[in-house]
């Protein structure tokens, strides 16, 4: 596989965490509304003319009781969990947007700052950063390829830390 195609590769991931995340909110805040508006035990007359309401949390749970969305209004936080109760995703109001794997390692983490890839083992194994840099590291956590906005090179590094820049 080429760095081209790598580099292809990381960006499509990221498209895809980027539409899941805004999904889920979407999803989320659609389930309320329409939970709310079509549930036959709604307030009805009590919010009758009301604009708003006004919670500390929301929790949107499935037919088993297991909660599947949580908002959390105090911290600005929006958690998403599966059928088992991990959870697979979070989005804090800094921007963050962490999704866990089954075992509740983070495997993608996209901050305000670096975006970044992690293996099962949690080492990060692709970084991109808001400064143009992407390194893609090794199954040892070691940076192989580096790919620099500022200067248009990619660097490879070889086992023993010895680079060589290549010129697109």
């Known amino acids: 596989?080429?760095?081209?195609?790598?580099?292809?590769?990381?960006?499509?991931?990221?498209?895809?965490?980027?539409?899941?995340?805004?999904?889920?909110?979407?999803?989320?805040?659609?389930?309320?509304?329409?939970?709310?508006?079509?549930?036959?035990r709604a307030y009805t007359a009590a919010?009758?003319?009301?604009?708003?309401?006004?919670?500390?949390a929301i929790y949107l749970k499935d037919t088993s009781g297991?909660?599947?969305?949580?908002?959390?209004?105090?911290?600005?936080?929006?958690?998403?969990?599966?059928?088992?109760?991990?959870?697979?995703?979070?989005?804090?109001s800094n921007g963050d947007v962490r999704s866990y794997d089954a075992n509740g390692k983070a495997r993608a983490v996209m901050t305000n700052g670096p975006f970044a890839l992690y293996d099962a083992n949690g080492k990060a194994?692709?970084?991109?950063t808001s400064s143009g840099y992407v390194t893609v590291h090794d199954s040892n956590g070691m940076p192989r390829v580096m790919m620099v906005a500022s200067d248009n090179k990619i660097y490879f590094k070889n086992a023993s830390g010895g680079q060589v820049a290549v010129t697109p």
């Open 1 to 40: 596989m080429t760095v081209e195609e790598r580099f292809e590769k990381l960006e499509k991931q990221n498209r895809k965490l980027r539409k899941l995340g805004l999904t889920s909110v979407a999803i989320a805040l659609a389930g309320f509304i329409g939970g709310t508006a079509l549930s036959g």
């Open 47 to 56: 919010i009758e003319r009301q604009d708003s309401i006004t919670t500390k």
């Open 66 to 92: 297991r909660t599947r969305v949580a908002l959390i209004g105090a911290t600005g936080l929006v958690q998403v969990y599966d059928g088992g109760g991990r959870l697979r995703m979070q989005l804090n």
């Open 125 to 128: 194994r692709a970084v991109m």
